[in-house]
């Protein structure tokens, strides 16, 4: 069981950024040679529009029908401050390209501009029914008016429109938050993190998920300071027998409240009594059936108990409900590893690695069924990337060395044989020369030298 217990009492109310223009990471300024739109994204990463615009201009000449420059254009026109002017050229035309860019103009140059820039989306989607970007994009608008049932009826055409943009269902998820379908929420947040989400998508599903399965929403007032007061015994000064003492108290007065008998299980869970804490948990999840961090605990005390299938159906039930619990994704990745599912496998860590980049377990795991799958660049890369973070990482230097020793030992040609080689002595190397009696280092590079 995992001994730091993670609870929320206060959750912030999420909020969409402002539309967002640019769909393209910006490309590294380090890089040796730039294309004119890469060039572009640098200079609109510097606020510079001034300097992206000629070369925007130029490419939109070119590309007319690609709405990722069109954003661009957009952007680069408010950041050079001449957003009125291109404002009074756009409103010339009626077509959906123009009625699109001064919608995303509008959003951005003025927080009250929701009403015009709304009109602008609709318009576009009007004349080009078929493009979803224009709904999304109206659906978004509507959104952040505030105007939740028709936001939410765009959104819908535009996800099933074109599906394969992930994060085009975190607005979805949380228009049907706020129409008051819960579970639709969920599933439209799971789709979002299990296609590739970035770093910023990851917060958002977060704090939406936390909006959606607060344990405290409904929580009397009158309580929550005996209940912050039993959260600090057990999560700040490890004192479970006291924590119980607390929750009990409070018990007596809410004997309905899924929280306490969750807090209440992992006491017990603490205090090694299996029975009491199983008893305390099923009853949480009785009373709130659709909070799968309860679901978590659970499978978490089951596998510490040896009750694998029990652990996997409760890792199961907590993914359906709450789809950005990481924990619950490694579990359920180790799982389809050990059956040889190597598929099912490499999605749930993927979607680990995605929730938690800095995780040496979910980059790890993920090495290692790109490594049986005999995909060396992919597991070469996901190793890495935790040495990115950690540099002195042995034991990723050690994997590094024994997985490219493997790829020399399956190498065809002679140059890849020589290539790996170099990788696999480089790493086994560094690791001998801290720990010059590793076993498993010294035996891999025999291997190389053998051969």
Same mark, same amino acid.
């Given at each position: 069981m995992n001994r730091c217990v993670k609870v929320r009492l206060l959750v912030s109310a999420l909020s969409l950024a402002p539309l967002s223009f640019t769909a393209c990471r910006t490309v590294s300024s380090t890089s040796a040679v730039l294309t004119p739109r890469e060039e572009a994204q640098v200079f609109l990463a510097r606020g510079d529009g001034a300097r992206a615009l000629p070369l925007l201009t130029e490419l939109q000449a070119k590309e007319p029908k690609d709405l990722g420059l069109a954003r661009m254009v957009a952007e680069a026109h408010v950041k050079a401050s001449n957003a009125d002017a291109f404002l009074a050229t756009l409103a010339k035309k009626d077509t959906a390209l123009s009625h699109y860019q001064q919608g995303l103009v509008r959003f951005a140059k003025a927080a009250d501009a929701s009403a015009p820039a709304i009109a602008n989306f609709r318009r576009a989607a009007e004349l080009e029914p078929g493009e979803p970007e224009f709904k999304y994009r109206l659906g978004v608008a509507l959104l952040e008016s505030e105007q939740y049932e028709p936001a939410r009826v765009e959104l819908e055409a535009a996800v099933k429109q074109s599906a394969d943009h992930a994060s085009w269902f975190l607005p979805?998820?949380?228009?049907?938050? #706020?129409?008051?379908?819960? #579970?639709?929420?969920?599933?439209?947040? #799971? @789709?979002?993190? *299990?296609?590739?989400? @970035?770093?910023?998508?990851? /917060?958002?599903?977060?704090?939406? *998920?936390?909006?959606?399965?607060?344990?405290?929403?409904? %929580?009397?007032r009158s309580a929550r300071g005996q209940l912050e007061q039993a959260i600090q015994w057990l999560e700040v000064a490890d004192v479970p027998q006291q924590a119980i003492?607390?929750?009990?108290?409070?018990?007596?007065?809410?004997?309905?409240?899924?929280?306490?008998?969750?807090?209440?299980?992992? @006491?017990w869970a603490r205090l090694d009594d299996a029975g009491r804490a199983v008893?305390?948990?099923?009853?949480?999840?009785?009373?709130?059936?659709?909070?799968? /961090?309860?679901?978590?605990?659970?499978?978490?005390?089951?596998?510490?108990?040896? #009750?694998?299938?029990?652990?996997?159906e409760h890792y199961l039930k907590a993914l359906e409900r709450n789809p950005v619990l990481d924990q619950a994704w490694l579990k359920v990745g180790d799982v389809a590893l050990e059956r040889q599912d190597y598929v099912a496998a490499r999605k749930?860590?993927?979607?680990?690695?995605?929730?938690?980049?800095?995780s040496p377990a979910a980059r790890g795991k993920l090495a290692l069924v790109h490594q049986l799958d005999g995909n060396w660049p992919a597991a070469d890369r996901e190793l890495h990337a935790v040495l990115e973070r950690d540099p002195?990482?042995?034991? %990723? *230097?050690?994997?590094?060395?024994?997985?490219?020793?493997?790829?020399?030992?399956?190498?065809?040609?002679?140059?890849?044989?020589?290539?790996a080689s170099a990788e696999a002595s480089k790493w086994l190397t560094k690791v001998l020369e801290t720990q010059p009696e590793n076993a498993i280092a010294s035996r891999a590079l025999e291997r190389l030298k053998a051969r």
């Open positions: 979805l998820a949380k228009v049907r938050y #706020r129409t008051g379908d819960n #579970r639709g929420a969920t599933d439209a947040i #799971r @789709s979002a993190v *299990m296609g590739n989400p @970035s770093p910023a998508d990851v /917060k958002t599903a977060r704090a939406l *998920m936390d909006q959606i399965a607060d344990p405290f929403a409904g %929580f009397p003492v607390q929750l009990e108290e409070v018990l007596r007065d809410h004997p309905d409240e899924a929280v306490i008998h969750a807090l209440l299980g992992l @006491s008893e305390e948990l099923k009853r949480a999840i009785e009373l709130a059936p659709e909070d799968g /961090k309860n679901h978590l605990y659970l499978a978490e005390l089951y596998e510490a108990r040896q #009750r694998t299938k029990n652990a996997e749930n860590f993927e979607v680990a690695a995605h929730l938690v980049p800095e002195e990482n042995l034991e %990723f *230097m050690l994997r590094l060395g024994v997985l490219h020793t493997e790829r020399f030992t399956k190498a065809k040609s002679a140059h890849e044989r020589d290539e």
